[in-house]
């Protein structure tokens, strides 16, 4: 599943509709769009005949797209009146809608009462589409507002009004949307957070936009990708082939960070765990797991950082570990501490605060554009870059690739994820994957296990029930001659 940016988007569709007649694109729009109109009224109150739909039409195609669904609608027997919400809508969609037998009214008409009850079946949001500018004019809000107090269900035609388009943020208001049906490519608002959560279910409807070729801006790992790319031990590994992570995690201040990287790294599989950090953690360690080595030694992959505290030597205990030549995962407070430039093969995983005190930014310029941030954070240190979150975002330096990890569920937002997740993400170089993989395999894992049980759970116990998924996952796997790593050195 990959994300386009409007302008990508528009270049298909310019694309597409050059080699077909004028309208084409939106007939095939319009009837992906009724047949899941059509299959909503269906689980809803049985079948679209008598059903009563809502049609809300802003100025552009996305209003198009819209009444000639609610046309099509309309000549299956259902009721349909369009709402006319801002501009002038698309001519020839409402003179379909009108000669299919629908009503045309408009928001602003003065005899409406200020405060109606909504009682349709259906209310079709095709106000905005691609064309959007992020927000709501003030009677379109109110009319937002007033239909999910009504409890009518939206469907969203192309994306939410109001979300942003191509960064997922929703400065102001939007429409929630139980289901969103796009066409053609799904866009960025689909895939990161706060919009994504405002589609609800999505529908992705072919119009033949032609999308091999092209670069989509994001990519989005899915739990096939999980099963193929895992490195699942097999019948020639050992504890070094599967690696060794070592872990300079927590402090006297901040024991935790030290216990739960520990066992996000021992639960992820590592084949060797060794804790080099404080004795305060390195006690809780010893009783929980025995199988960490509390030594220095041979290790693969390094993982420091999360729960430093202001550490003195911070800097040159990384600068040290730069010299070694092997991966790190650099976190938490291990990010005020690294050298002006980072090869590709570390990994650093900021929560938006720290990824803006990188980039001597503020938290709220990150959120508005986290894929931008994102970016900017492995350029300008020359590493990788995981933005935790609840979209995670990773960035290879060099590239203007951004993957994103499978969501998981609200609760894992929680203090010491991102410790454990760390930890995953340091058993993951130590087996030799590359960090933007390591990044999105980690955090992947992280959420699909998160919605495998039922949370909220502590996330170290959420770390022990890696090795059910993990199972689950290497039974659906290819076999290991079919097997495709997706992310190659
Ligand atoms: N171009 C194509 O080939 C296709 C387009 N389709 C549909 O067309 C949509 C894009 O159509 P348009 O480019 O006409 O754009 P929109 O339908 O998104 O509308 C843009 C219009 O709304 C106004 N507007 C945007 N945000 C506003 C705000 N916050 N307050 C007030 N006015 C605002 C703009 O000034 C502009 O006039 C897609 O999302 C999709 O639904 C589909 O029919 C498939 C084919
Ligand atoms: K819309």
């Not at 802003?58 to 259902?78: F, S």
């Not at 670069?215 to 096939?224: D, R, V």
């Not at 300008?380 to 975002?393: E, P, R």
């Given at each position: 599943m990959n994300g386009y940016s409007v302008e990508q988007v528009r270049t298909l569709e310019q694309r597409a509709m050059s080699a077909l007649p004028d309208g084409v694109l939106m007939q095939r729009a319009a009837a992906g769009l009724t047949a899941i109109l059509?299959?909503?009224?269906?689980?809803?109150?049985?079948?679209?005949?008598?059903?009563?739909?809502?049609?809300?039409?802003?100025?552009?195609?996305?209003?198009?797209?819209?009444?000639?669904?609610?046309?099509?609608?309309?000549?299956?027997?259902?009721?349909?009146?369009?709402?006319?919400?801002?501009?002038?809508?698309?001519?020839?969609?409402?003179?379909?809608?009108q000669a299919a037998g629908g009503v045309v009214t408009e928001l602003a008409d003065p005899g409406r009462p200020a405060s109606t009850s909504w009682t349709v079946d259906l209310a079709v949001d095709g106000i905005?589409?691609?064309?959007?500018?992020?927000?709501?004019?003030?009677?379109?809000?109110?009319?937002?507002?007033?239909?999910?107090?009504?409890?009518?269900?939206?469907?969203?035609?192309?994306?939410?009004?109001g979300v942003e388009c191509d960064t997922g943020a929703v400065p102001a208001a939007s429409f929630h949307a139980v289901r969103t049906v796009t066409f053609g490519a799904m866009k960025i608002c689909h895939l990161v957070e706060p919009a994504r959560s405002r589609c609800g279910e999505l529908d992705l409807v072919d119009i033949g936009l032609d999308?091999?070729?092209?670069?989509?801006?994001?990519?989005?790992?899915?739990?096939?990708?999980?099963?193929?790319?895992?490195?699942?031990?097999?019948?020639?590994?050992?504890?070094?082939?599967?690696?060794?992570?070592?872990?300079?995690?927590?402090?006297?201040?901040?024991?935790?960070?030290?216990?739960?990287?520990?066992?996000?790294?021992?639960?992820?599989?590592?084949?060797?765990?060794?804790?080099?950090?404080?004795?305060?953690?390195?006690?809780?360690?010893?009783?929980?797991?025995?199988?960490?080595?509390?030594?220095p030694g041979r290790v693969q992959a390094r993982l420091f950082g999360s729960g430093w505290g202001e550490r003195p030597d911070g800097a040159r205990v990384i600068a040290e570990a730069l010299e070694s030549e092997l991966p790190s995962v650099v976190d938490a407070d291990g990010l005020r501490y690294l050298p002006p430039r980072l090869p590709p093969s570390w990994l650093l995983t900021p929560h938006a605060g720290e990824l803006a005190r990188l980039l001597d930014g503020?938290?709220?310029?990150?959120?508005?554009?986290?894929?931008?941030?994102?970016?900017?954070?492995?350029?300008?240190?020359?590493?990788?870059?995981?933005?935790?979150?609840?979209?995670?975002?990773?960035?290879?330096?060099?590239t203007s690739e951004v993957q994103v990890a499978i969501p998981g569920p609200a609760w894992t937002g929680q203090?010491?994820?991102?410790?454990?997740?760390?930890?995953?993400?340091?058993?993951?170089?130590a087996a030799g994957k590359?960090?933007?993989?390591?990044?999105?395999?980690?955090?992947?894992?992280?959420?699909?296990?998160?919605?495998?049980?039922?949370?909220?759970?502590?996330?170290?116990?959420?770390?022990?029930?890696?090795?059910?998924v993990l199972g689950a996952l290497e039974s659906r796997a290819p076999d290991r001659c079919g097997r495709k790593d997706l992310w190659t050195h």
């Open positions: 059509a299959a909503e009224l269906v689980r809803r109150r049985g079948g679209v005949y008598g059903a009563r739909v809502l049609i809300m039409v802003g100025p552009g195609n996305n209003g198009g797209d819209a009444l000639y669904a609610g046309a099509r609608l309309a000549r299956r027997g259902a009721s349909v009146t369009a709402l006319r919400c801002v501009g002038t809508p698309h001519a020839a969609g409402l003179a379909a809608l905005f589409g691609i064309g959007g500018r992020p927000g709501l004019p003030d009677p379109v809000a109110e009319l937002a507002v007033s239909l999910q107090a009504s409890g009518v269900p939206v469907v969203a035609v192309d994306l939410p009004s999308l091999s070729g092209g670069q989509p801006t994001l990519t989005a790992a899915e739990e096939s990708m999980l099963a193929s790319s895992w490195p699942f031990p097999d019948e020639r590994s050992n504890k070094y082939t599967r690696g060794v992570v070592g872990i300079d995690t927590g402090s006297d201040a901040y024991p935790g960070a030290g216990i739960l990287s520990t066992h996000g790294a021992v639960y992820a599989g590592a084949g060797m765990v060794r804790f080099l950090g404080p004795a305060a953690a390195a006690q809780v360690i010893r009783a929980e797991l025995p199988n960490v080595v509390f030594a503020d938290r709220a310029e990150v959120e508005a554009d986290p894929i931008g941030a994102v970016r900017a954070g492995a350029d300008l240190t020359g590493a990788t870059v995981l933005l935790k979150g609840a979209t995670q975002l990773v960035a290879r330096p060099g203090a010491g994820s991102g410790d454990v997740l760390a930890g995953v993400c340091a058993t993951l170089l590359r960090a933007d993989a390591a990044a999105v395999l980690g955090a992947s894992l992280q959420a699909v296990t998160a919605a495998s049980v039922p949370g909220p759970l502590p996330p170290h116990e959420l770390a022990r029930h890696f090795a059910r």
